[in-house]
């Protein structure tokens, strides 16, 4: 028992993920149980999100898988941040999933990429959640510590 | 990072036995993706780890898997289920082995049935099957021997430890014959009914592998017997406390009555004793429970990765990583810290006049070396921490780095 129960918890996810991924999810890297990147697709002829790729980036904290992972979108010259009206231009994802309320110590990083890969292809909209650029310009805050208002039951 | 060897459902997937991958995703935990530990029932007859679940339910109060409502209270054991996991781990490895090696090797084994007469339990899936077939084929038998000679000498390895192991001082005396262990009342009448013949592997207490040879039924019944369900008495469960109606100084008492820490904000007291409260209760649950050192030294690891002593709680560790962060905002900090900024300038500036009037006093002497200008301190340069890191390391090598695995499938 020295080892704390995130690094075990990550470490099992960290085998099984290498060993197999659903379809549309690739393992980017993962040197340690602090920070990990994953790529995703949207798999389906969505025209939104065809042809794309986008970088994931999960950040674990000690009480993982009792507190959610933080998961932002990370923009890079060949991956994009999606356009979705739950997601900001710098990449914070608005999603009760991933709030302290939607959390579940049952979910681990293949379901949330899932998730978020369904968020996606479920979306017709080409746009940004309201407020964006002022969102994004005063924005200082960790994802986590934000109080996102989960105002839409749609998506 | 560590290398890990982590056994997974996945390890089944490409064998014979592709099923039990199955069989073992059920009987793996969903919070922390191992074996059940002292598996708990909840409300909405959802099972847990006693350990995991009761820290779900101290964060949220709410079923990991279906989100009901739940408290500690109403947890109960699911003991069929503990039993069902412990005796699937007990003989994981060996069954694994069987299936991952090729049939020519397993199947013959005749020569050396009286070896594996003193063989554990565990290794009767493999030994089973050879009395069948073997009787019929001598001839592979005879081919695959060296196979098994090397498969043998494994086996002997792992099988001496019982040997070494002292006599427990459980008040029970051994049968002279088959080494189970009894009452000695009950020896006599052991001999002369049910006793097998031949010496016996020992089973620890609690154990609930089914002695399966002979196949009638007097292991499984002997083996509950001579080992009662529980062999220490549980401790005590400790009541949660409704820390808001708590006040600083009765917190403290009661901490230190369980002989804990009462270091820290009041915060971290209330999460100390949370934490000692999900350990201690669900050591209740155990079958083995631990000793209160051990726990103790769970607290302590605790306390090093989530309490007091954890890297990011205390402050300045944590405005570190806020500056190390790649997106941090190196203006914004700027604006907030002006003030200060300033002042430092201002000390700093203070300082240096002193040492230059220090050192014109001592210049003639040229002992006193300068201070070497490092680029910090001097004239209120912040110390800017490198924010280009962030390596990205492609893990298409994984597999290879972990040469262990690659043996096993």
Redesign the interface.
């Known amino acids: 028992m020295t080892v704390p129960f995130a690094a075990k918890r990550l470490g099992k996810e960290l085998q099984k993920i290498s060993n197999s991924l659903p379809p549309g999810v690739e393992l980017v890297s993962a040197e340690n149980f602090e920070e990990w990147l994953l790529d995703i697709k949207v798999l389906d002829d969505n025209p939104l999100y065809q042809n794309q790729t986008y970088r994931l980036k999960f950040r674990f904290g000690p009480s993982y898988p009792i507190e959610p992972p933080e998961v932002v979108f990370v923009q890079l010259p060949d991956r994009p941040i999606p356009m979705h009206p739950h997601v900001y231009s710098n990449g914070i994802i608005c999603l009760d999933l991933l709030g302290q309320q939607g959390w579940s110590p049952v979910q681990n990083v293949e379901s949330v990429c899932m998730s978020l890969q369904s968020m996606l292809t479920g979306n017709s909209k080409n746009e940004r959640p309201p407020g964006d650029e002022d969102f994004v310009r005063v924005n200082r805050q960790r994802p986590k510590d934000i109080q996102f208002y989960y105002h839409d039951n749609d998506v | 990072?560590e290398s890990?060897d982590?056994p997974?459902s996945?390890d089944w997937?490409g064998t014979p036995l592709a099923g039990l991958m199955q069989v073992e995703q059920a009987f793996r935990c969903?919070?922390?993706?191992?074996f059940y530990n002292s598996p708990m029932i909840t409300s909405c007859s959802h099972t847990f780890c006693s350990i995991?679940i009761r820290?779900?339910l101290s964060?949220?109060g709410?079923c990991?898997?279906c989100?009901a409502l739940d408290q500690e209270s109403k947890l109960r054991g699911n003991w069929a289920l503990r039993e069902a996991v412990d005796a699937f781990v007990k003989s994981r490895d060996a069954i694994l082995r069987f299936a991952t090696t090729p049939v020519t090797v397993s199947t013959p084994r005749s020569p050396k049935r009286k070896a594996g007469e003193l063989e554990e339990p565990v290794q009767d899936a493999q030994n089973k099957r050879p009395r069948m077939t073997t009787r019929s084929s001598k001839a592979k038998a005879v081919e695959a021997n060296a196979a098994v000679m090397r498969e043998e000498v494994d086996v002997l390895e792992s099988e001496d430890t019982p040997d070494y192991e002292p006599e427990p001082e459980d008040g029970l005396v051994a049968c002279p014959i088959c080494w189970t262990r009894m009452k000695p009342w009950q020896v006599d009448r052991h001999i002369d009914k049910s006793c097998s013949g031949s010496p016996q592997p020992q089973t620890l207490p609690s154990s609930s592998t089914t002695n399966n040879r002979g196949g009638s039924g007097f292991g499984s019944a002997r083996s509950l017997f001579q080992n009662p369900p529980t062999p220490t008495k549980a401790p005590d469960r400790l009541p949660a406390l409704a820390y808001s109606m708590l006040k600083d100084t009765a917190l403290r008492k009661k901490m230190g009555e369980l002989g804990l820490s009462t270091a820290g904000s009041r915060q971290m007291l209330e999460k100390r004793h949370q934490e000692w409260i999900t350990l201690w209760n669900a050591n209740c649950d155990s079958a083995k429970p631990k000793r209160r050192s051990e726990l103790m030294?769970?607290l302590e690891?605790?306390e090093r990765?989530?309490g007091s002593r954890?890297p990011?709680m205390s402050r300045a560790a944590n405005m570190g990583a806020q500056i190390k962060d790649k997106d941090f905002?190196g203006a914004?900090w700027a604006t907030k810290h002006d003030t200060s900024f300033k002042d430092l300038i201002a000390k700093a500036r203070g300082s240096k006049n002193k040492a230059v009037q220090k050192e014109d006093e001592a210049g003639k002497t040229g002992e006193l070396e300068p201070t070497p200008d490092d680029g910090r301190g001097i004239n209120g340069t912040v110390i800017v921490p490198d924010l280009s890191k962030g390596?990205?390391?492609?893990?298409t090598g994984?597999?290879q780095a972990n040469p262990s695995r690659q043996i096993r499938r």
């Open positions: 990072m890990f982590v997974d996945t997937i969903h919070v922390c993706k191992d995991c820290r779900c964060v949220d709410k990991p898997l989100r030294h769970d690891v605790w990765t989530m954890a990011t905002d914004a390596v990205v390391v492609d893990l994984r597999h």
